[in-house]
């Protein structure tokens, strides 16, 4: 399954980097939150584990806030906002 | 009322699967357990010596608990740290290092360890180099990529793959391989002496390690200050506090300065703060206790580690045996023991050279006679992979990690797509020829190497550094290009 970063409306966007492994997401992730506003609001859908950990500490080092987390059989849908 | 009731059964819906897969993740998790139960119980049944299995088992199940757990990733701690700041997993690695360093110690101080020194050289730092690139393509490490595949991560399993076939195959690998021989390996190899089941002058890993490593130095930190090692002095002062302590805090120290100071101090200030040494007090405390959770797996691993040297060591001792190959001689399974009656038993954490005998193995029962190089007729044999001790331990490894994300809910099977199966070819034939030129992989050659003393560790340590910046330099811009053809692809995306 290929990558999708995609708008969805103003300010929020949405990222789908399911199947990926490490360092894929959290690299696709740094990438979409540096072509975002401060301000908008990121739709991170991955399953990999291990990437979560540095993702959460990437947004907590750089301000990002991590509005929700979901876990669901393996699956993550998580929401950032942008600082 | 009716949109309610709707919300309402479908939550009640979602929380009920949840439960049903929840309670099916637990039942596999039981039956993992009872799988690796019923090996233990039937090896001992069959033969007290298992128990020596048994050991490398339940040690293998626990580190893959833990990896798993602690999401323990030597290619992620410095991946991470280039890619994208994030210097958690380098200090779950530090310490987990460091505790290993003390139980290892407590265990040479008191004669109970089986470690050897590697030889150190140039060659220690250009096989890290190539592991460290290969482990960036891979997505994982040796180590975490066997629990990754427990995780159901099928792109870790043709990692775990393309590591063994490429170091089974690498060590028999002669041909045009040979001609890149300098002459002086080639005569010093034959100048050996070795048993004339060998033929040291025919492949490139013969000579590499006959003609070229073997005559390189070996030193820990203690032999450099001239302490023996087996004494209180060598295995404290000049292994642990030398040769682990000292480089631990200079790189914790190195990496707080470049990845984490800036961003604690800017905190800091916010907070409305004094700037001064308590900041920085403070800020190496934070970016230390970062992850809890690698924090703990680094604990757990490291003290465990040490336990599994003193184990195995005892077992050694109680059994009068040297090495497992006398296990299977006495249990009649001696097919496979190299040319001195060995077969691979390092006595403690390891592990990519038992996934090179399963294959060596395997290559061996389809016709191929490899048992005339040195890895395998000489120092590890090609055992059958059920009798292979030191084997289990990464079977179980991989399914002590299946246990702890089943019981978390992380466990997903996941199929790799075309993309990323290539770059674990890549990443894994890299980390196999690395591991073979650097005797050991990220735990074999760097983790146990470095908590031991062992000077060799730290070189394999810092050419693994430079080989995931390599890696994720290539790696960020295969990111942003990828990124910027969807951007193109889509108007709206043009921010």
């Known amino acids: 399954m290929a990558m999708k970063f995609e708008k969805i409306s103003d300010g929020l966007y949405s990222l789908d980097v399911k199947g990926y492994v490490c360092p894929h997401p959290q690299l696709y992730t740094k990438s979409a939150l540096s072509k975002m506003k401060a301000g908008d609001t990121l739709q991170l859908l991955f399953d990999n584990a291990s990437s979560g950990e540095s993702i959460a500490s990437m947004c907590d080092k750089n301000g990002d806030e991590i509005l929700e987390q979901i876990t669901d059989a393996g699956s993550f849908k998580w929401t950032i906002k942008k600082c | ?495």
């Open chain 2, 1 to 495: 009322m009716d949109q309610v009731a709707a919300i309402a059964a479908t939550g009640n819906a979602k929380a009920g699967s949840e439960a049903i897969a929840g309670r099916k993740n637990h039942l596999w998790a039981f039956l993992v357990v009872g799988f690796f139960v019923a090996v233990s119980v039937g090896a001992y049944a069959a033969n007290e010596l298992y128990v020596y299995l048994m050991a490398y088992l339940w040690f293998g199940f626990i580190y893959g608990m833990c990896l798993q757990g602690g999401r323990f990733c030597f290619s992620s701690a410095f991946r991470d740290l280039f890619a994208v700041g994030v210097p958690r997993m380098v200090v779950g690695i530090v310490i987990a290092t460091v505790l290993f360093g003390l139980t290892a110690s407590l265990v040479t101080a008191n004669g109970m360890s089986a470690f050897h020194a590697a030889p150190f050289g140039v060659h220690s730092v250009v096989a890290g180099f190539v592991f460290g690139v290969g482990m960036v393509f891979a997505g994982g490490c040796a180590s975490s990529s066997l629990y990754k595949t427990g995780e159901g991560n099928m792109v870790s399993a043709i990692v775990l793959l393309s590591i063994s076939v490429t170091q089974a195959a690498l060590v028999d690998a002669g041909g045009f391989l040979n001609k890149l021989v300098p002459d002086s390996w080639r005569a010093s190899a034959a100048a050996k002496n070795l048993p004339a089941s060998l033929t040291p002058t025919d492949g490139f890993v013969d000579q590499y390690l006959a003609g070229y490593v073997w005559n390189q130095p070996k030193a820990t930190f203690a032999d450099l200050l001239g302490l023996p090692n087996q004494s209180w002095a060598g295995a404290f002062v000049g292994n642990f506090l030398v040769g682990v302590v000292l480089p631990a805090l200079a790189m914790l120290v190195v990496v707080y300065a470049f990845w984490a100071r800036k961003g604690h101090l800017k905190k800091w200030k916010r907070e409305g703060k004094p700037a001064g040494f308590g900041a920085d007090l403070s800020g190496f405390w934070s970016m230390v206790m970062s992850s809890k959770r690698t924090a703990i797996a680094g604990l757990i691993i490291g003290i465990a580690a040490g336990l599994h040297m003193l184990v195995i060591e005892g077992l050694r001792r109680k059994f009068g045996i040297d090495n497992a190959g006398d296990i299977l001689k006495a249990v009649g399974h001696d097919f496979g023991l190299s040319v001195k009656g060995t077969v691979f038993d390092p006595g403690y954490w390891y592990v990519t050279t038992q996934e090179a005998q399963w294959f060596g193995w395997l290559f061996n029962k389809l016709g191929w006679n490899n048992t005339t190089n040195i890895f395998f007729g000489l120092e590890n044999g090609i055992p059958n992979p059920v009798f292979n001790l030191a084997g289990w331990m990464s079977i179980s490894l991989i399914g002590g990690a299946a246990v702890m994300a089943l019981l978390n809910n992380e466990f997903k099977f996941k199929k790799p797509t075309l993309e990323l199966a290539l770059w674990a070819v890549i990443g894994g034939s890299l980390m196999g020829v690395g591991a073979r030129l650097g005797l050991g992989c990220n735990v074999g050659a760097f983790f146990v190497r470095t908590a031991n003393g062992d000077t060799s560790g730290w070189l394999f340590g810092l050419g693994m550094v430079g080989g995931a910046y390599l890696g994720v330099k290539f790696f960020s811009w295969w990111t942003e290009r990828k990124m910027a053809k969807e951007m193109a692809a889509a108007p709206d995306l043009q921010l």
